[in-house]
């Protein structure tokens, strides 16, 4: 066991404190916030490979169940299709959704990616059939289920974003 100080940075304020410096400098990065909606796009991807809890809280006993019949083997954070299930089969619908998925990993109508000269906005407008803002409740969680979170930055992503603005504003000066 490790005695002595211990130190933990938190990835989203170090980000958030290395983009405000890098705002103030004034230059124009929009080529570093390209790139790092694409650093962003790539490390999410492994968040919807996971077929296990790992992370997340486990689905509630009744979706897991109502998943594993409409959508065998689709991984965590993707969704099965809305479908009937009656005595353990199923009956209409079903099928894996891949929307939220989809519109992080790839480009899609739903996806969002705004880059600026210093501003980079990075997310989704998925929504289901009857309007719902589910990316919302999955990210944040809701009364019904806890936060799942699908887009964090992770100290990795954190430090590739931080050189990749820094390479950026030692190019421009």
């Given at each position: 066991?490790?005695?002595?100080?211990?130190?933990?940075?938190?990835?989203?304020?170090?980000?958030?404190?290395?983009?405000?410096?890098?705002?103030?400098?004034?230059?124009d990065l929009s080529?570093?916030?390209?790139?790092?909606?694409?650093?962003?796009?790539?490390?999410?991807?492994?968040?919807?490979?996971?077929?296990?809890?790992?992370?997340?809280?486990?689905?509630?006993?009744?979706?897991?169940?109502?998943?594993?019949?409409?959508?065998?083997?689709?991984?965590?954070?993707?969704?099965?299709?809305?479908g009937i299930v009656?005595?353990?089969?199923?009956?209409?619908?079903?099928?894996?959704?891949?929307?939220?998925?989809?519109?992080?990993?790839?480009?899609?109508?739903?996806?969002?990616?705004?880059?600026?000269?210093?501003?980079?906005?990075?997310?989704?407008?998925?929504?289901?059939?009857?309007?719902?803002?589910?990316?919302?409740?999955?990210?944040?969680?809701?009364?019904?289920?806890?936060?799942?979170?699908?887009?964090?930055?992770s100290r990795a992503?954190?430090?590739?974003?931080?050189?990749?603005?820094?390479?950026?504003?030692?190019?421009?000066?």
């Open positions: 066991m490790v005695s002595g100080p211990r130190y933990d940075i938190d990835p989203d304020k170090a980000f958030r404190n290395a983009i405000a410096d890098a705002i103030s400098s004034g230059l080529f570093s916030m390209g790139e790092a909606a694409r650093i962003i796009k790539k490390d999410s991807t492994k968040n919807f490979i996971l077929k296990g809890a790992g992370k997340y809280t486990p689905l509630s006993a009744a979706y897991a169940e109502r998943k594993s019949i409409l959508a065998p083997g689709a991984p965590m954070l993707v969704g099965a299709k809305p009656q005595g353990g089969r199923k009956f209409i619908g079903g099928g894996i959704s891949g929307r939220l998925r989809n519109s992080i990993v790839d480009k899609t109508s739903d996806s969002i990616i705004r880059i600026g000269k210093n501003t980079l906005e990075v997310g989704t407008s998925a929504k289901s059939k009857n309007g719902f803002a589910y990316p919302r409740a999955i990210q944040n969680g809701s009364s019904k289920m806890p936060a799942r979170k699908f887009l964090f930055f992503m954190v430090k590739q974003i931080m050189n990749t603005i820094n390479a950026d504003v030692a190019n421009q000066i």
